[in-house]
């Protein structure tokens, strides 16, 4: 099959804008923390703006890429994932107790991220290759359940809990759009949240930030509870039109992590609720973008994979905003196409590159004029 036409130029158009606004993001949000690392202000930008460009150049590559080449291939490229998990936790990057990070000479990256996209492709591929028995349990459910157990328990061992979390709800995600029978993610869904929990009780930091979340308050909580503490602040601080660029004071080393996970809370201070509130509408633009790609897809393959990746992009700015706004309790995932960092921005735009690719193959999709306008009027 050919493609017909270019790729949806409004979706293209919309994360290139969110990457590029990301600088400003984060040399406001970054600026005295480059500083104190003996760099200039515009140190940890100059990093960044590298990483802006590597992510837009993926878009650009993986768009051109036809996706139904993926469907043969997923399965390799899963194994090559399992394989990074693995190599992680011998010989990865240990920081801040946690070992998810793979050296690969002067660079480094997260396997983890890579892995989202590689599981998205395969469990598309055999969800749509068993389109026929896709309820069959023995046939169907168990090889899928397979794969998701074998990449989520590898990163659950780095630890990170969150990604695991992540990678299991878009393989389930994709299931549930391929019609696969509710009971038997229900039981298996059950089965996880019992695991998840004696997971949870084995480390005692990750009790204490349920327990800070919850508001109990002792001499480790406090600490924990710091950081969502100063996030809160800097999103009051913002009231509904902000405190102005370049002006957040949360910034100067009362907030951890501002550039990062945290820059949501920083773009709240500087642009109010205004600022903050449209940013998740364009996020919901790429979301309804993507469920519009996913439905007009010209085949299984092409609308899983299109759910997946939609999936995964909202998963993870709804998250980070939760977090952010103090009401889940703290992770480490950044927001897409936003914070300060490289894997997850490049793999991210790699991603919805692979989604504009599928794009190129819809029969038709609805005016992105026409979309605005009803969000702008409802």
């Not at 760099?39 to 993926?58: D, Q, Y």
């Not at 550039?259 to 773009?267: K, L, M, P, Q, V």
């Not at 919901?284 to 899983?304: L, S, V």
């Amino acid at each position: 099959m050919k493609a017909q036409k270019t790729a949806d130029l409004s979706l293209f158009i919309t994360v290139t804008g969110l990457l590029l606004a990301s600088l400003a993001f984060v040399y406001t949000a970054s600026a005295s923390f480059s500083v104190a690392k003996a760099m200039t202000s515009e140190g940890m930008l100059i990093k960044h703006a590298t990483k802006v460009v590597l992510a837009i150049a993926a878009m650009i590559f993986f768009t051109k890429i036809d996706y139904h080449k993926y469907q043969k291939h997923s399965k390799w490229l899963m194994l090559l994932g399992i394989l990074f998990l693995a190599a992680v936790l011998v010989v990865g990057h240990t920081e801040l107790g946690a070992k998810r990070w793979l050296p690969l000479g002067p660079f480094s990256f997260q396997p983890s991220e890579f892995v989202k996209i590689a599981l998205v492709l395969h469990i598309s591929a055999l969800c749509a290759a068993k389109k026929e028995f896709i309820g069959d349990f023995k046939k169907s459910f168990i090889p899928l359940l397979v794969w998701t157990g074998a990449a989520a328990g590898l990163i659950a061992k780095q630890p990170n809990m969150s990604n695991a979390s992540v990678l299991v709800l878009l393989a389930f995600g994709i299931m549930f759009i391929a019609q696969m029978p509710i009971k038997y993610m229900l039981s298996t869904g059950a089965i996880a949240i019992v695991g998840g929990g004696i997971y949870l009780m084995t480390a005692w930091y990750r009790v204490q930030r349920i327990l800070a979340f919850l508001g109990h308050e002792n001499e480790h909580t406090s600490r924990i509870s710091y950081q969502t503490t100063q996030a809160l602040i800097a999103l009051g601080s913002g009231g509904l039109t902000g405190l102005g660029i370049g002006q957040s004071r949360q910034r100067d080393f009362y907030l951890p992590e501002s550039y990062g996970d945290f820059i949501y809370s920083i773009i709240g201070e500087e642009y109010g609720f205004i600022g903050a509130a449209f940013l998740l509408l364009i996020f919901a633009f790429i979301i309804i973008r993507g469920i519009q790609i996913a439905k007009h897809a010209p085949d299984p393959f092409g609308r899983y994979v299109a759910s997946g990746i939609t999936l995964m992009i909202g998963i993870n700015t709804l998250i980070n905003s939760l977090v952010n706004s103090g009401l889940m309790p703290v992770t480490g995932l950044p927001m897409p196409f936003v914070s300060y960092g490289g894997t997850n921005m490049i793999f991210s735009a790699a991603a919805v590159g692979i989604l504009l690719n599928i794009s190129k193959f819809t029969t038709s999709l609805p005016d992105p004029k026409k979309m605005t306008a009803s969000i702008r009027y409802a």
